[in-house]
């Protein structure tokens, strides 16, 4: 299962997603991962959830995330939920079909593997193709 959280700065996705961050500690089985940009939410999601600050691992692609996420996965696999924090400012690019292709390959993986993604993406929820609305 995939989920994105879509909307222009100051439309309350960073408060959406620590509360979603949050009640996972209590609602999953398993290991929850954040992974973000800088280091925002340090102090607002519960110490049991492992934080990832993406800029020390140099993800610039796509292709990048993919092996990322892979490799974590793979490295353990209690992780049941994993929230993407500005995944378009992770990777570096604007968004585009890329993206769309992204959440489908996402997607793929979650079935695979039985864990949930939650994505949050800082763009205006217009800009998104059908294939992106689907993940609302």
């Known amino acids: 299962m995939v989920r994105?959280?879509?909307?222009?700065?100051?439309?309350?996705?960073t408060k959406q997603m620590i509360?979603?961050?949050n009640s996972a500690v209590h609602s999953e089985h398993g290991n929850v991962v954040c992974i973000e940009r800088g280091n925002k939410l340090?102090?607002?999601i519960h110490s049991k959830i492992r934080?990832?600050?993406a800029s020390h691992y140099d993800i610039t692609s796509y292709e990048v995330m993919k092996?990322?996420?892979?490799g974590m996965y793979a490295g353990n696999y209690d992780i049941t939920h994993?929230?993407?924090d500005s995944l378009t400012k992770i990777v570096g690019v604007d968004l585009d079909n890329r993206t769309e292709e992204f959440l489908d390959w996402l997607n793929a993986f979650s079935d695979k593997n039985s864990i949930k993604f939650t994505v949050s993406i800082s763009a205006d929820e217009e800009l998104a193709t059908d294939g992106m609305k689907k993940y609302f």
């Open 67 to 70: 092996g990322f996420i892979s």
């Open 42 to 44: 340090t102090y607002d």
């Open 4 to 13: 994105v959280i879509m909307g222009v700065k100051g439309t309350g996705k």
């Open 82 to 84: 994993v929230f993407i």
């Open 51 to 53: 934080l990832v600050e």
């Open 19 to 21: 509360d979603l961050i």
